[in-house]
């Protein structure tokens, strides 16, 4: 999906995992309040939105292959064409279960799935952050990583390699918030809880109880905060990660 170039005093974000869930819910938000759009995914948008005038392109990219991520950086920043680039939201990613929806372990399941979580989950937020470092430099921007709640305790249904490549990039914000300022650019992370989306099923409800606010949280919720870490109003913060979980992690 591709248009004509962006007006120059738009602001430019790029998302990935822009199709569904928190990564669309994300999109809309950042359209409504008139910035451009860069996305990827492996699937393509769905056709109402390819009527979005702010959404200028969206790039196919499997993000856990190095070469398809290679490609899509290229891409990405031929659609920037040397303007700067304001917001790099690192939301792609998996958390695999067995075909009955068991949860992987340390004890089963392959190590190469080990190796496409973490190419995913941990080490495309860290090529694209470098191949996006200049744009983002211009724009004096800022980089959300998108965590989870399961990288800090084990989570009944997302398994390990899941929960410990969200640990890892946990650890990976911090570091990238003290180089990235250096070129005058904010990174931070959202962790969401349970979020109510097309891959949460009714097994999800059990947790419910164990949420303070007792409710499921939306892709809004998240967009919402997202939002938030990229604008003037968090100018001053930067190597932080929120919870975005109801006070569940609070146990």
Same mark, same amino acid.
């Given at each position: ?122 080490? $495309? %937020? @860290? ?6 470092? !200049? ?5 004096? &921007?800022?980089? *959300? /990583? ?20 969200? $640990? %890892? @990039? ?6 990238? !918030? ?5 070129? &005058?650019?904010? *990174? /931070? ?63």
């Amino acid at each position: 999906m591709k248009r004509t170039a962006a007006m120059p005093h738009r602001k430019t974000v790029i998302l990935t995992g822009a199709s569904r869930g928190i990564g669309h819910a994300t999109v809309t938000r950042f359209s409504n309040e008139g910035w451009r759009v860069i996305s990827c995914s492996r699937e393509d948008v769905p056709e109402h939105c390819r009527r979005d005038p702010n959404w200028t392109h969206h790039i196919p990219a499997d993000l856990s292959d190095p070469a398809s991520r290679a490609a899509f950086v290229e891409e990405a920043n031929k659609a920037l064409d040397g303007g700067p680039l304001h917001a790099l939201i690192n939301n792609a990613g998996i958390s695999p279960k067995t075909p009955i929806k068991e949860r992987l372990g340390c004890l089963n399941g392959s190590i190469e799935g080990w190796h496409r979580v973490f190419e995913l989950n941990f080490f $495309a %937020a @860290l090529v694209l952050a470098r191949g996006f470092a !200049a744009p983002l430099s211009k724009g004096k &921007g800022a980089i *959300v /990583n998108v965590t989870s709640i399961a990288g800090h305790s084990v989570h009944p249904f997302a398994g390990s390699a899941y929960s410990t490549s969200k $640990a %890892a @990039l946990s650890g990976l914000t911090r570091e990238m !918030a003290v180089e990235f300022a250096e070129i &005058g650019v904010r *990174v /931070n992370a959202v962790a969401p809880g349970e979020i109510e989306t097309a891959m949460t099923g009714p097994e999800y409800d059990v947790l419910i109880p164990r949420i303070p606010l007792k409710r499921m949280g939306t892709p809004e919720d998240v967009a919402a905060v997202i939002f938030y870490l990229c604008g003037p109003d968090s100018a001053y913060v930067t190597g932080t990660e929120t919870f975005i979980t109801g006070g569940q992690h609070l146990f």
